[in-house]
Every structure is written in structure tokens, then in C-alpha cells.
């Protein structure tokens, strides 16, 4: 079980607008540290998406954003394309564990 | 162009010992923090090990700590990740990834290298 929770899937149609959560607690992101964003394409490894909340490195689309507020964070994705489908994760720093920890993962379905 | 490059997985026996490595280049690799972080097979992400940039300071998830150290050569710009008394539970694809320097954010990932602890 993740310390940062994230829904297992989420689905939509090409064009359409989709969100996924990331709840934590006031351990985490409730405490003030940053929510960074992962896209992970089949069979690859993880690339960064979204840093310090809601910045996006050169290169990613403004199709995706970030947003964080109290205890979760959340990830929109517009104007869905095929080549979104991948696994997206939320990470961020956890006091009580003193360390890094990641969501549970999202498998983000194009239909 | 930042590379990360691992290396050092394989199939181990429960109770045995792996060494990974992972060379970077492309950047002053001794001014940045660097993790590793592995996934199990069709599993999520799960964060094993940091190192500072002088290696002076590590830090552990409670799953590995006592069993795994992380270590670098910065000479040689080289991340390692000894691994002792391993168990099946710790067969994972490992990563090597770098933190940014303005951020907590892993910015570059190597591609991952199996190990399998399996008899």
C-alpha cells in the first residue's frame, strides 16, 4: 500500500480531458513538500512530466498540467492522444519516513 | 546528453549478494543527489536509496536499510547499490536516477537493470 494514493486506472476517448489524483497526508504533501508528475511508457523507463507541482520540463506539452492543493495533488491531461496511454505515478517526500515515496501508479487508457 | 547507463543485475540466489552500478555522463555528476528506485515485475515505483553529491550522507526505505548501502566514486562517476542478504521480494527492475539541482524532482533515469533473487 503507497503512502500517496492514486486511482488504479482512468480512461477517455482522443481529445477528451482527464484528470488523476494523488492524495497524501500532513506527513507529505500536506506538509508542504513538492508533488513531482512520471510518465512511464510501455516497456520503458520513467520519464519527469511535471516538477515542483505544476512546472513542466522542456519538451512535455502543455497538454499537461499540474496543480497541487492542502493534501493532494492532480495531473490533467488535454486533448488526449494515443501515445499518452502509459503509467503515470506522483511522487513526493515523506517526513515520517524520511524519505522519497511514490504513488501507487495510474494506467491511463486511451479508448 | 545526460546518460545513465546500469549495470550489475542478474539472478541471485535468496540470502546472496548483487552490485549494481551506474555510470553517468553527460553532466557534473558530482554536484547532484542521486537515487535508485526499483519496480517489481508489472508493479509501481518504489523508492530504495539516496545519496548526496560528496557522499557523505544516505538515506534508506525501511525495506532495504541494514541489507542494501549506496555508495559513489566520483572520480570515476559512478552510482553503486550493494545489495546483501537479498530476498524474492526484492527482484525488481533498478534504477539509477538523477535529482535536480533546483528541486526534489528525479530528472533523468537510466534505463534499469533486472535483478531476480529466485532458487
Known amino acids: 500500500q503507497s503512502v500517496l494514493t492514486q486511482p488504479p486506472s482512468v480512461s477517455g476517448a482522443p481529445g477528451q480531458r482527464v484528470t488523476i489524483s494523488c492524495t497524501g497526508s500532513?506527513?507529505?504533501?500536506?506538509?508542504?513538500?513538492?508533488v513531482h508528475w512520471y510518465q512511464q511508457l510501455p516497456g520503458t523507463a520513467p520519464k519527469l512530466l511535471i516538477y515542483?507541482?505544476?512546472n513542466r520540463p522542456s519538451g512535455v506539452p502543455d497538454r499537461f498540467s499540474g496543480s497541487k492543493s492542502g493534501t493532494s495533488a492532480s495531473l490533467a491531461i488535454s486533448g488526449l492522444q494515443a501515445e499518452d496511454e502509459a503509467d503515470y505515478y506522483c511522487?513526493?517526500?515523506?517526513?515520517?519516513?524520511?524519505?522519497?515515496?511514490f504513488g501507487g501508479g495510474t494506467k491511463l487508457t486511451v479508448l | 546528453e545526460v546518460q545513465l547507463v546500469e549495470s550489475g543485475g542478474g539472478l541471485v540466489q535468496p540470502g546472496g549478494s548483487l552490485r549494481l552500478s551506474c555510470a553517468a555522463s553527460?553532466?557534473?555528476?558530482?554536484?547532484?543527489?542521486m537515487h535508485w528506485v526499483r519496480q517489481a515485475p508489472g508493479r509501481g515505483l518504489v523508492w530504495v536509496s539516496r545519496?548526496?553529491?560528496?557522499?557523505?550522507?544516505?538515506t534508506y526505505a525501511a525495506s532495504v536499510k541494514g541489507r542494501f548501502t549506496i555508495s559513489r566514486d566520483n572520480a570515476k562517476n559512478t552510482l553503486y547499490l550493494q545489495m546483501n542478504s537479498l530476498r524474492a521480494e526484492d527482484t525488481a527492475v533498478y534504477y539509477c536516477?538523477?535529482?535536480?539541482?533546483?528541486?526534489?524532482?528525479?530528472?533523468?533515469w537510466g534505463q534499469g537493470t533486472l535483478g531476480t533473487v529466485s532458487s
Open positions: 515542483v507541482n505544476s
Open positions: 511522487q513526493s517526500y515523506d517526513s515520517s519516513l524520511s524519505g522519497w515515496v
Open positions: 500532513s506527513s507529505n504533501i500536506g506538509a508542504g513538500y513538492d
Open positions: 545519496i548526496n553529491s560528496d557522499g557523505s550522507s544516505t
Open positions: 536516477a538523477r535529482e535536480s539541482s533546483t528541486s526534489s524532482a528525479l530528472d533523468y
Open positions: 553527460g553532466f557534473t555528476f558530482r554536484s547532484h543527489w
